[in-house]
C-alpha cells in the first residue's frame, strides 16, 4: 500500500516495490499464508524486491529449513512481487502525478574537494592496509586524518564549509575502502573475502548460574547466561496482543543487552532503544526452532555485548547456543549465526545489475557501515532457522542473494564445527543447583483439602521452600522446585497434605444414615462417617415435593436422615447424595456409620 500511494504521488523515489510472505507446508511454497496456514508452515518468510527482480529486503523465521528449500521459496517470492510491481506501475501511469524536481545541495568547488583529496588519500591507505590496527586504533587514525585535512584545507580556502570537507574526507575513505577490496581481494585486516575472524567459546564459566558462555569473535564478545524458572513466570499476553496475531503464551524469552562501553563509549546503562528489541528478536528467532516444546521450565537466555566490532545479534545466536547446552536443555542441534557483507560496482547503463562485485564472510562494524549489504543468517548444520537483510544500494540481484546465501552457509558450517569442538550436545548430568520438575496428580475430591482455604497450604509451602506449583490440568500439577533439597521438603508436606484418611469404602447404590451438620438456604450439609467433609444434598435432593428452604421440612442440625449414594461427580469430586429417591422405594438395608452398632431395616422417609 505504501508502494502504491508513492507511485501515484509527486514524491521522487526509485520504486515500485513488491512485497509478498512466503510460507513453506510439505514441500510446497504458498504464496500470502492465511493465519491458519502460517501456524503450519515450516517458513515464515516476507520478500520486498523492486523491477528486475531485485531485492530490497528479507525477513525470515524457520523451522530449520533445508537451504535447498529455502532458496525454492525466495525465487517464488520474487517472481511473485514482480506481478504486483506491474500492478502498480499500471496504477501510476493511469492516475500518478508529476514527480516534483528538486535541487542538489550546493557542493565545494572542484578545486577545494581535489585539495582535500591529495592531503589525505595516501594516508587513508596506509591505515586501511595496516591490519595490526583495531576497531577503535583505526578509527582514531582516521579521525586524526579528517582534523588534518580540515585544518590545511581552511587554512587555504577560508571560505569553505568544514563540514563540506568532512564530507570530501569521508568520501574518500570509503572508496579507498572499497577500492582496495575489489581490487586485492583483501580486507582491512588482512583477511581474505570468505576468512573468519579468530573465534573462542567457553561454558560454565560462572558456576552459580544454569548455564553460562562466553562466545567471542575478533572483537565480538557476548557473555550468554541460562536462568530457569515455573512455567508460571511464562509470558503471557494480553487479549488484544493475541487477536493481533501476537504469541499467547511463550516459555522461552532471550533478553539482548548492549551497554554503551561495548563500543568504547559512556551512556545509560538498561535503556531499551531499537536496535536492542530487534537484535533481541532476531536471536531468538534463530534459536527457538531448536527448542523442545514440553520443556517444563520457563527458560531465560540473557546475551550481553562486552565488546563489539560487527555482527553481535550473530554472536548471541552462538552464545546462546552454548549457554543452552552447558544448561542442559534439550535442543535438537547447535546454532550458529553469521553475517555477510557485499562491496559491489553499479552499472551506470543498468543500474539493476553491477559491473563487478565481492561478497564478504563475517563482516566488521566497518564493512557493515562502509558495505552495501547486512546479510544475517543462522541455522543449524541441516537447515536455517533465521535470516534478516538489509541493502544500502537500490536493490540487489537475486543472482547475488543466492551467493550470499550459500558463501554464508559455509561460514555458518566452520562456526558450529569451533562450538562444537568445545560442547557438542546437552548437558546429561544434573548440576548441583539445577532445579527439578515433576508432575503432580491429585484426586479431584481432594483439591480442595490440599489447597487449604484461599490456597492457604500452597502459599506456604511456596513461602517455606521455594517450591510452586502450576496446574496443567484438572488435578495434575507440575511442581517446580529450585534444587533437589527444596523438592525433598517439598514433597514431605504434600504427602502430608494428601495422606489417605482411613475411609469406608462406600458402595454405588447404597443406602446410607446421614447426620445433618449444618442448614443452609439451597440444602443441608451431611456427614456419612466420623471426620468426614461435609457434602451437600441439595433441596431438589431432599423431597419429592419442591421446597425452597430445609426448614419447610423440619430439618434441624444433628438430625439423621436416610440417603443414597450415587457416586462422585467427575468434575469436582463431591459425593452425588439423595432423600428424594428413597420415599418411592421398599424397604433396603442402611448404613449407619455414627454409634450404632447393629444394622437396622430403613424406616418409611419423613413425610
Known amino acids: 500500500i505504501a508502494s502504491a500511494a508513492l507511485a501515484v504521488?509527486?514524491?521522487?523515489?526509485?520504486?515500485?516495490?513488491?512485497?509478498?510472505?512466503?510460507?513453506?507446508?510439505?514441500?510446497?511454497?504458498?504464496?500470502?499464508?492465511?493465519?491458519?496456514?502460517?501456524?503450519?508452515?515450516?517458513?515464515?518468510?516476507?520478500?520486498?524486491?523492486?523491477?528486475?527482480?531485485?531485492?530490497?529486503?528479507?525477513?525470515?523465521?524457520?523451522?530449520?529449513?533445508l537451504q535447498q528449500d529455502f532458496m525454492k521459496a525466495l525465487k517464488a517470492g520474487v517472481k511473485e512481487t514482480q506481478r504486483i510491481i506491474q500492478v502498480i506501475k499500471e496504477l501510476q501511469q493511469n492516475y500518478g502525478k508529476p514527480k516534483r524536481i528538486f535541487e542538489n545541495l550546493p557542493e565545494?568547488?572542484?578545486?577545494?574537494?581535489?585539495?582535500?583529496?591529495?592531503?589525505?588519500?595516501?594516508?587513508?591507505?596506509?591505515?586501511?592496509?595496516?591490519?595490526?590496527?583495531?576497531?577503535?586504533?583505526?578509527?582514531?587514525?582516521?579521525?586524526?586524518?579528517?582534523?588534518?585535512?580540515?585544518?590545511?584545507?581552511?587554512?587555504?580556502?577560508?571560505?569553505?564549509?568544514?563540514?563540506?570537507?568532512?564530507?570530501v574526507v569521508n568520501s574518500t575513505i570509503k572508496t579507498?575502502?572499497?577500492?582496495?577490496?575489489?581490487?586485492?581481494?583483501?580486507?582491512?585486516?588482512?583477511?581474505?573475502?570468505?576468512?573468519?575472524?579468530?573465534?573462542?567459546?567457553?561454558?560454565?564459566?560462572?558456576?552459580?548460574?544454569?548455564?553460562?558462555?562466553?562466545?567471542?569473535?575478533?572483537?565480538?564478545?557476548?557473555?550468554?547466561?541460562?536462568a530457569f524458572d515455573s512455567l508460571d513466570s511464562a509470558l503471557r499476553s494480553d487479549p488484544l496482543t493475541v487477536l493481533t496475531g501476537g504469541i499467547k503464551e511463550k516459555?522461552?524469552?532471550?533478553?539482548?543487552?548492549?551497554?554503551?562501553?561495548?563500543?568504547?563509549?559512556?551512556?545509560?546503562?538498561?535503556?531499551?532503544?531499537?536496535?536492542?528489541?530487534?537484535?533481541?528478536?532476531?536471536?531468538?528467532?534463530?534459536?527457538?526452532?531448536?527448542?523442545?516444546?514440553?520443556?517444563?521450565?520457563?527458560?531465560?537466555?540473557?546475551?550481553?555485548?562486552?565488546?563489539?566490532?560487527?555482527?553481535?545479534?550473530?554472536?548471541?545466536?552462538?552464545?546462546?547456543?552454548?549457554?543452552?547446552?552447558?544448561?542442559?536443555?534439550?535442543?535438537s542441534a547447535p546454532v550458529a549465526g553469521v553475517a555477510v557483507g557485499l562491496i559491489s560496482v553499479p552499472n551506470t547503463e543498468k543500474p539493476y545489475e553491477f559491473m563487478d562485485y565481492r561478497i564478504l564472510t563475517d563482516i566488521l562494524g566497518i564493512e557493515d557501515y562502509l558495505g552495501d549489504m547486512d546479510f544475517k543468517m543462522a541455522g543449524t548444520k541441516k537447515g536455517i532457522t533465521a535470516v534478516q537483510l538489509d541493502t544500502k544500494v537500490p536493490g540487489l540481484p537475486l543472482k547475488v542473494v543466492m551467493e550470499a546465501l550459500l558463501q554464508g552457509s559455509d561460514g555458518k558450517d566452520k562456526i558450529l564445527n569451533i562450538m562444537t569442538s568445545v560442547i557438542s550436545k546437552p548437558r546429561e548430568e544434573n548440576k548441583d543447583n539445577w532445579p527439578i520438575s515433576e508432575k503432580l496428580e491429585v484426586p479431584v475430591h481432594k483439591l480442595s483439602h490440599f489447597f487449604g482455604f484461599g490456597g492457604y497450604n500452597i502459599k506456604k509451602l511456596r513461602n517455606d521452600t521455594g517450591v510452586q506449583l502450576t496446574n496443567i490440568e484438572n488435578g495434575v500439577f507440575s511442581v517446580f522446585a529450585p534444587n533437589a533439597a527444596a523438592m525433598a521438603e517439598a514433597k514431605e508436606v504434600i504427602d502430608k497434605l494428601l495422606i489417605e484418611e482411613k475411609e469406608p469404602q462406600l458402595e454405588f447404590?447404597?443406602?446410607?444414615?446421614?447426620?445433618?451438620?449444618?442448614?443452609?438456604?439451597?440444602?443441608?450439609?451431611?456427614?456419612?462417617?466420623?471426620?468426614?467433609?461435609?457434602?451437600?444434598?441439595?433441596?431438589?435432593?431432599?423431597?419429592?415435593?419442591?421446597?425452597?428452604?430445609?426448614?419447610?421440612?423440619?430439618?434441624?442440625?444433628?438430625?439423621?436422615?436416610?440417603?443414597?449414594?450415587?457416586?462422585?461427580?467427575?468434575a469436582s469430586g463431591s459425593m452425588r447424595l439423595s432423600r428424594r429417591v428413597l420415599q418411592t422405594i421398599p424397604s433396603q438395608i442402611v448404613h449407619n456409620f455414627h454409634g450404632s452398632k447393629n444394622l437396622s431395616e430403613t424406616k418409611k422417609p419423613d413425610s
Request: hydrophobic residues 40%; contains cysteine; aromatic residues 6%.
Open 108 to 167: 565545494p568547488s572542484a578545486e577545494v574537494m581535489e585539495s582535500a583529496k591529495l592531503l589525505c588519500e595516501t594516508k587513508i591507505t596506509e591505515v586501511l592496509t595496516d591490519a595490526n590496527f583495531d576497531k577503535v586504533s583505526r578509527d582514531q587514525a582516521l579521525d586524526v586524518i579528517r582534523q588534518e585535512a580540515v585544518e590545511k584545507v581552511v587554512e587555504n580556502h577560508p571560505d569553505c564549509d568544514p563540514s563540506h570537507i568532512y564530507d
Open 176 to 226: 579507498i575502502f572499497r577500492n582496495l577490496i575489489l581490487d586485492t581481494n583483501k580486507r582491512c585486516d588482512g583477511r581474505g573475502l570468505t576468512d573468519l575472524r579468530d573465534i573462542s567459546c567457553a561454558v560454565d564459566i560462572y558456576k552459580p548460574l544454569h548455564g553460562s558462555s562466553l562466545f567471542q569473535r575478533g572483537q565480538t564478545q557476548v557473555f550468554c547466561t541460562v
Open 509 to 570: 447404590g447404597a443406602i446410607y444414615t446421614a447426620k445433618i451438620v449444618e442448614i443452609r438456604d439451597f440444602g443441608v450439609m451431611v456427614t456419612l462417617y466420623p471426620n468426614m467433609k461435609p457434602a451437600l444434598v441439595h433441596n431438589s435432593q431432599l423431597d419429592q415435593r419442591k421446597i425452597h428452604h430445609p426448614s419447610a421440612l423440619g430439618l434441624e442440625e444433628g438430625q439423621e436422615i436416610q440417603v443414597k449414594f450415587f457416586g462422585r461427580d467427575p
Open 251 to 331: 516459555n522461552f524469552m532471550l533478553h539482548y543487552e548492549f551497554p554503551p562501553y561495548a563500543t568504547n563509549e559512556i551512556g545509560r546503562v538498561g535503556a531499551y532503544g531499537r536496535r536492542e528489541l530487534g537484535h533481541g528478536a532476531l536471536a531468538e528467532k534463530s534459536l527457538r526452532p531448536v527448542l523442545p516444546s514440553d520443556f517444563p521450565f520457563t527458560t531465560r537466555l540473557t546475551a550481553e555485548v562486552l565488546e563489539s566490532n560487527g555482527s553481535s545479534s550473530m554472536a548471541s545466536v552462538c552464545g546462546g547456543s552454548l549457554a543452552l547446552m552447558d544448561a542442559g536443555v534439550p535442543i
Open 9 to 65: 504521488s509527486d514524491i521522487p523515489w526509485n520504486g515500485p516495490i513488491g512485497a509478498v510472505r512466503v510460507g513453506f507446508i510439505d514441500g510446497n511454497v504458498i504464496m500470502n499464508p492465511t493465519r491458519k496456514e502460517i501456524i503450519n508452515s515450516s517458513l515464515n518468510l516476507v520478500v520486498a524486491a523492486t523491477e528486475h527482480n531485485n531485492v530490497v529486503m528479507l525477513e525470515a523465521s524457520a523451522d530449520n529449513i
